[in-house]
């Protein structure tokens, strides 16, 4: 073996550096002390290294790690595994690349420093460099080519998972859903376009422009009942009334037409959706001047607090328009009034690019300034969640780790912990800073806690899931997270895969972490903002340090010890979804056939008589009549003609039955791959089929001319 013998190497040398020491000493004393540059090495430990080495050879216990994981480094060596270290400047350039454009993980200064390896794994390390590994874990998906593995070879990474993975992969899969069950998308994933694509960019105006006028009729409802909270405590707050009305006097009025053309634009899209109308468009119910108009009608109002003219006409009939659409529009009351959509790059993580904006135009100019994002279809708009569940009067987002262990069945497991990540200020719709409205903790923790913020919610901004139990019991809703949150989120991931499952390249011995987002709304219904690859596991807090510890090492008993016994602990993993699997027949190439069979004229025709007229002239006589159409006799006096000459004439021989058409199978060449995955390949030879007519030597044979199909031989070659 190569790494015993660079063990004995490294002994040897040692030896001889001490024989050195000895024979170069004149006299007879103690000699002064050197420093040797390499390391001090204990026979017994070597010999240990080397028995560890063996039994983990044989055992198929190799491992590499790409990027600093110690949970999962520490817990493969406690199984018995031996680490093949990356050499140093490659890890390095992995790791300068890992902050990829679908991968969470961010190995800046939050991340664990890694312990120095003592000299025992070091040693063994060594030992095993250039064995086979069977284990690899990385933090990219590309730092390892799962076409170049072994069947044996594990791996944390699928192929092709982007489709999911990535905000626009998402927005596009979801769509598909129809196709796999009867679940509708909109009920859990707040809707999403791709400005990139010339339809999709038409089809996000037309939303936002129907969603400007639903967010009208909510503010003239809205506004209807905040009159009516404040006429009951009218009496303790005169003043602050008597204000509120003066500054509403002092406002602009938008006039009552706005209400109007919202209502008919709310029925138009209802009867659209009653009929099945999908040729019809917002566009030919108001022109491009109307809309611009009705829209900055509506920014003075939504945005600008400017009041309605004669609004309370309008209150029950904005109410029942309302009360419709809540039945066919799953997203009503995630919408708000203010038609905030947040603008993400579609293959970023980590917060990175993220803005909110709530006027169309905008939104449009934002996406239009970079080119290359446009270019590369990356641009995703996405409607904000305007009425989310808060904590304290401050915004949270839930992260939700999920395991898929193949796809072929499709095996998901769910973990049953999580944890809340907050923004650092209260939330509010006055304002669209981002130190609000994202909770992603790369963007927080570079943050300012806001004093205003209540003190219940730690300098951290993250809770466990327990914590969050403990509010929601304080609140009288404990129930509702095991009967509402918790099976939303496992339905949402389950729909979420099966859109993918035909994009993913399905390998076994592969698995692969995620982490979803999800935020909650007023009745704590669960919506999928994305998901993450490569979920960060850096002990940035207290609870990433106790949750991101458990779920590495309960994933290695998913994906190692259940291999061994399916009766293993999972930790806190949970098996929710396992599909039936489905048989895919071998590839062994087609051969292509055609194949004909014999054609019979289903009209019978009468029999010829002999007639009496030579051959020869009755063959001339008809190839006269085909060199000049125009005089061809009818058939029927040409029959006539050959029975009143039949006496002058010697009868001539019956002519040669029609030739009927045979079975000919034409074999098209083709290329076929060989079973063994081979790169040989067999090539089916030509064979060839023509028909020939054949020219007639004697009188006789001219007589008896016809077309013969003639088929030659494969054998013999083809002139």
């Known amino acids: 073996m190569k790494a015993t013998d660079s063990a004995k190497a490294v002994i040897l040398s040692l030896e001889k550096l001490q024989d050195g020491k000895e024979h170069s000493l004149p006299y007879p004393c103690n000699p002064p002390e050197i420093k040797v540059g ?191 909270w404040n006429e009951i405590y009218q009496n303790f707050q005169d003043v602050q009334w008597l204000k509120k009305q003066n500054k509403l006097r002092c406002k602009r009025l938008v006039p009552s037409e706005t209400v109007t053309t919202a209502l008919k634009v709310c029925q138009e899209y209802l009867e659209s959706l009653e009929h099945g109308d999908i040729d019809k468009s917002l566009e030919a119910l108001l022109t491009q001047e109307q809309w611009e108009g009705f829209l900055n009608s509506y920014y003075l109002v939504a945005h600008g607090g400017a009041h309605i003219e004669k609004r309370e006409n309008f209150v029950s009939s904005c109410k029942a328009m309302l009360q419709k659409l809540e039945k066919v529009s799953p997203q009503l009351g995630i919408d708000g009034t203010q038609n905030i959509w947040i603008i993400k790059p579609g293959a970023k993580s980590r917060g990175r690019g993220i803005k909110c904006e709530k006027r169309l135009d905008q939104i449009l100019r934002l996406v239009n300034i970079d080119p290359t994002l446009i270019k590369e279809s990356k641009w995703v708009v996405q409607k904000y969640i305007e009425k989310p569940f808060l904590i304290h009067d401050t915004k949270f987002d839930v992260r939700q780790w999920f395991l898929v262990t193949d796809w072929n069945p499709l095996t998901v497991w769910f973990y049953k912990k999580c944890y809340l990540r907050f923004s650092t200020q209260p939330y509010s719709l006055d304002t669209l800073d981002s130190s609000v409205h994202l909770c992603n903790n790369s963007i927080q923790k570079h943050l300012r806690p806001s004093h205003q913020r209540h003190h219940c919610i730690p300098p951290h901004n993250m809770w466990l899931d327990d914590q969050f139990k403990a509010f929601l019991a304080s609140q009288g809703k404990d129930a509702l997270w095991e009967t509402v949150v918790v099976p939303g989120m496992k339905t949402t991931v389950i729909h979420a895969l099966q859109t993918a499952q035909d994009l993913i390249e399905s390998r076994k011995n592969t698995f692969e972490l995620y982490g979803a987002d999800f935020m909650l709304d007023l009745s704590l219904h669960p919506w999928l903002i994305e998901i993450n690859a490569s979920p960060t596991m850096a002990p940035s807090t207290c609870v990433t340090a106790q949750l991101c510890t458990a779920v590495q090492e309960d994933t290695l008993r998913v994906v190692l010890d259940r291999r061994v016994d399916r009766s293993a602990n999972t930790g806190d993993f949970q098996l929710i979804y396992r599909q039936a699997a489905v048989e895919v027949p071998q590839y062994l190439g087609i051969n292509l056939v055609v194949e004909g069979v014999a054609v019979k004229n289903p009209c019978v025709l009468p029999p010829l008589k002999s007639s009496q007229l030579s051959s020869s002239k009755r063959w001339g006589a008809v190839k006269e009549k085909e060199s000049a159409p125009e005089k061809v006799q009818p058939l029927p006096k040409v029959i006539q003609k050959a029975q009143e000459n039949k006496t002058s004439s010697e009868a001539s021989p019956a002519l040669p039955p029609e030739p009927s058409i045979s079975r000919v199978a034409i074999h098209l060449p083709v290329t076929v791959l060989s079973v063994d995955g081979g790169s040989n390949f067999e090539h089916f030879s030509k064979k060839h089929a023509e028909v020939l007519k054949v020219q007639p030597t004697t009188a006789t044979e001219k007589k008896q001319a016809s077309l013969r199909l003639v088929m030659f031989n494969p054998n013999s070659p083809v002139k």
């Not at 070091?122 to 874990?137: A, G, K, P, Q, T």
């Not at 339809?199 to 037309?206: N, R, T």
Request: net charge positive; with cysteine.
């Open 38 to 228: 390499l390391p001090d090495i204990n026979p017994g430990r070597v010999k240990l290294a080397k028995s560890l080495v063996e039994k983990a050879v044989k055992m198929h216990k190799i491992f590499t790690i790409q990027g600093p994981y110690p949970v999962i480094r520490a817990a493969l060596k406690a199984r018995g595994w031996i680490e093949q270290r990356m050499p140093q400047q490659v890890q390095q350039r992995l790791n300068s690349d890992s902050r990829s454009n679908d991968a969470e993980e961010d190995n800046s200064e939050e991340t664990e420093k890694e312990k120095e390896p003592d000299r025992l794994h070091s040693l063994m390390s060594r030992l095993v460099r250039n064995e086979m590994v069977y284990f690899y874990w990385t933090n990219r998906r590309d730092a390892i080519s799962t076409n170049n593995l072994q069947k044996e070879q594990i791996v944390n990474h699928f192929a092709k998972a982007g489709s999911f993975t990535t905000k626009a992969g998402l927005c596009v899969n979801l769509r598909n859903l129809h196709w796999f069950d009867t679940a509708d998308p909109d009920s859990f994933f707040p809707r999403c376009y791709k400005l990139a694509a010339r339809d999709e960019k038409q089809a996000f105006i037309e939303d936002y422009r129907r969603t400007a006028c639903t967010s009208l009729l909510k503010y003239v409802v809205e506004k209807d009942q905040n009159i009516q």
